[in-house]
């Protein structure tokens, strides 16, 4: 009987354990992403990108293949709604005159 209390404890204090790393890592996520924003959002220029992959599978993204400068990037944005778009179709991408590789699409909330 106190090994099963003791081990109900046990799992009490890990699952407590994890929730602030879980929070922490979030919590990086979200800002790495925001930075991202602000950086974009002090330059930027507009230009039109391909889909070239689209998941809907445990979230909506899509990847986009876009070019600036005579140099092509493939890089990935969330989507914040419900979108009909497929694999081929044209986007406009704001992206970092800085930084081409930072990118948001029209569908993401910032744009």
């Not at 602030?20 to 230009?47: A, H, M, W």
């Not at 986007?91 to 569908?107: A, H, R």
């Amino acid at each position: 009987m106190a090994k099963n209390i003791r081990d109900k404890i046990l799992t009490i204090l890990i699952i407590l354990s994890i929730i602030p790393i879980v929070g922490s890592i979030y919590y990086c996520l979200r800002t790495s992403k925001l930075n991202d924003i602000d950086q974009i959002n002090k330059s930027f220029e507009y230009t039109k990108g391909i889909v070239v992959k689209k998941t809907v599978y445990k979230g909506r993204f899509i990847d986009v293949r876009y070019i600036v400068n005579g140099k092509s990037y493939v890089e990935s944005d969330g989507m914040n709604e419900k979108v009909d778009i497929n694999e081929g179709d044209s986007v406009m991408v704001k992206y970092s005159t800085e930084k081409p590789e930072l990118m948001i699409t029209q569908f993401n909330d910032q744009f």
